[in-house]
């Protein structure tokens, strides 16, 4: 230990005894207190016990030594059973620093306890610190020589501003997401570096890069409070020639009505740029049918965008799929049933894609089995709620927001659009709540029912869409 900086072994002495401060000042307030319950004295037992050892283990190996996380482990685990949040963040930082100085700032040891630091973090609510962790989390992971595991840190950092980072105003989730877009950029810019080129293993990172690029298409899109304050955000970090190229259209009908008419500038190309890549990887690998499905995914994209190559690309991939040996009752299975999108995932084979439209409609199922039913609708927030809320599978924390919640009754014509919507059942029960959630579907985007060349419109479709709670509080209706 006499390698250890002495600003840092001072350092480590005084959190010592500012926690032990602490506890104690919580050992005084549960004394005080008359009548005390037998899971209270049980409780302040296990908390004296390890104590005591904390103390002991200091005076005799010092207080910069490894032996002290098991103690201050226990007690961050009681702590967190009574709630007490600053308190288990201090002890945190204790461990944190001990590791620091026994394995190094950059050590691999501090990853389990960075993500135990980010799980607390979103338990207890604390968005600044979580986003802290993530980062230093990232910063850790990219000195280890793994690049695939520095994407994912990266990601992480992302999903989190996306999501539960975001805030609670639309200002702040403007803000929080243009942080995600920033480390989506970085992160592109990477991908080049970790995987050879045409290697298929760099597929699903485009993918996630091109969703990245379909949420800022969204969000430069939404209704008109949102989307003024989106593109002064990005005029103010990209300069003025952003928001001018953001100000041009793709033609087609009102915005409004058919969710067709989307200003982009250059982030359209960029987007479409991004998938026809993975059309080109697929294609250099030589896997037929993995091409056939990114080749449905472009072919998504023009929809959304409300191109009329939509459909012949969606011929060009059914051709494809049947040069890769898939079977035509196959083929018609999958394009007989509407289909919203984009996807969240990139899936290279036909099955792939099927047992996640199974598996997405078997979340739930509406009572009269007699309709037609879709996956249920996740939006992403309040603020850009026709778009789908995005998925990591890298996350590792868990997540319970609530939700406004309706159940609807639409029809989706030939090109994919949806007309017409019945509210059937929502809640809370508000008028605002049915309104928003009438709205989102309304701006929904399917792939429409295929048979063969022919589109067709289906009525009466039952979807269930969610929206999460934010800061909009709204009025019971009478």
């Known amino acids: 230990?006499?390698?250890?900086?002495?600003?840092?072994?001072?350092?480590?002495?005084?959190?010592?005894?500012?926690?032990?401060?602490?506890?104690?000042?919580?050992?005084?307030?549960?004394?005080?207190?008359?009548?005390?319950?037998?899971?209270?004295?049980?409780?302040?037992?296990?908390?004296?016990?390890?104590?005591?050892?904390?103390?002991?283990?200091?005076?005799?190996?010092?207080?910069?030594?490894?032996?002290?996380?098991?103690p201050l482990q226990a007690m961050v685990m009681l702590l967190r059973e009574r709630s007490e949040y600053e308190r288990v963040a201090a002890l945190q930082e204790h461990q944190l620093e001990l590791m620091r100085i026994n394995h190094g700032p950059e050590g691999a040891e501090l990853i389990p306890l960075l993500k135990e630091m980010v799980l607390i973090g979103v338990e207890a609510g604390d968005r600044e610190a979580v986003s802290d962790f993530l980062r230093q989390l990232r910063v850790v992971t990219a000195t280890q020589g793994d690049p695939v595991a520095l994407l994912k840190?990266?990601?992480?950092?992302?999903?989190?501003?996306?999501?539960?980072?975001?805030?609670?105003?639309?200002?702040?989730?403007?803000?929080?997401?243009y942080?995600?877009?920033?480390?989506?950029?970085?992160l592109e810019i990477l991908l080049d570096d970790v995987f050879d080129e045409g290697d298929p293993a760099i597929v699903p990172w485009l993918y996630r890069v091109y969703m990245n690029k379909y949420h800022l298409l969204g969000l430069l899109n939404s209704e008109?409070?949102?989307?003024?304050?989106?593109?002064?955000?990005?005029?103010?970090?990209?300069?003025?020639?952003a928001l001018w190229a953001v100000g041009r259209a793709t033609g087609g009908a009102s915005a409004s009505q058919t969710a067709g008419r989307w200003g982009g500038g250059r982030f359209i190309p960029e987007a479409q740029e991004t998938i026809e890549k993975i059309t080109d990887v697929m294609e250099a690998?030589?896997?037929?049918?993995a091409q056939a499905m990114a080749t449905i995914y472009e072919a998504d994209f023009h929809l959304l965008m409300n191109w009329a190559s939509a459909w012949g690309k969606y011929r060009d991939a059914r051709e494809l799929l049947r040069r890769a040996g898939?079977?035509?009752?196959?083929?018609?299975?999958?394009?007989?049933?509407?289909?919203?999108?984009?996807?969240?995932?990139?899936?290279?084979?036909?099955e792939e894609a099927i047992a996640q439209q199974d598996a997405d409609l078997s979340r739930w199922s509406p009572g009269n089995e007699d309709?037609?039913?879709?996956?249920?609708?996740?939006?992403?927030?309040?603020?850009v709620p026709n778009l789908k809320s995005p998925i990591s599978e890298n996350v590792f924390w868990n997540e319970d927001p609530s939700y406004y919640e309706a159940e609807l009754d639409i029809n989706i014509n030939s090109v994919g659009f949806v007309p017409h919507v019945d509210v059937l059942a929502f809640t809370p029960k508000n008028n605002d709540v049915r309104f928003r959630l009438r709205r989102t579907a309304e701006e929904l985007r399917f792939r429409p029912v295929m048979e063969g060349n022919r589109r067709r419109r289906v009525n009466d479709v039952h979807i269930r869409v969610l929206i999460p709670r934010g800061s909009v509080e709204t009025a019971e209706v009478e």
């Open 285 to 289: 690998a030589g896997d037929v049918e």
């Open 371 to 383: 309709f037609v039913h879709v996956a249920q609708f996740t939006a992403w927030s309040e603020s």
């Open 153 to 177: 840190a990266i990601e992480l950092q992302a999903y989190w501003h996306k999501t539960g980072g975001a805030g609670r105003t639309h200002k702040q989730r403007i803000e929080s997401f």
């Open 224 to 241: 008109r409070a949102v989307r003024a304050v989106a593109r002064e955000e990005l005029a103010w970090r990209e300069g003025a020639d």
């Open 1 to 70: 230990m006499d390698s250890v900086p002495g600003n840092m072994r001072v350092s480590a002495i005084a959190v010592s005894n500012s926690l032990r401060a602490a506890i104690f000042a919580i050992w005084a307030a549960l004394w005080a207190t008359s009548g005390l319950a037998a899971a209270d004295e049980e409780w302040l037992a296990q908390m004296l016990e390890q104590e005591n050892l904390l103390t002991e283990l200091e005076s005799t190996r010092g207080p910069t030594d490894l032996s002290l996380i098991e």
């Open 326 to 350: 898939v079977a035509e009752e196959r083929i018609s299975l999958f394009f007989s049933h509407p289909q919203q999108i984009p996807y969240t995932r990139f899936h290279p084979t036909l």
């Open 179 to 186: 942080e995600a877009h920033e480390l989506f950029d970085e």
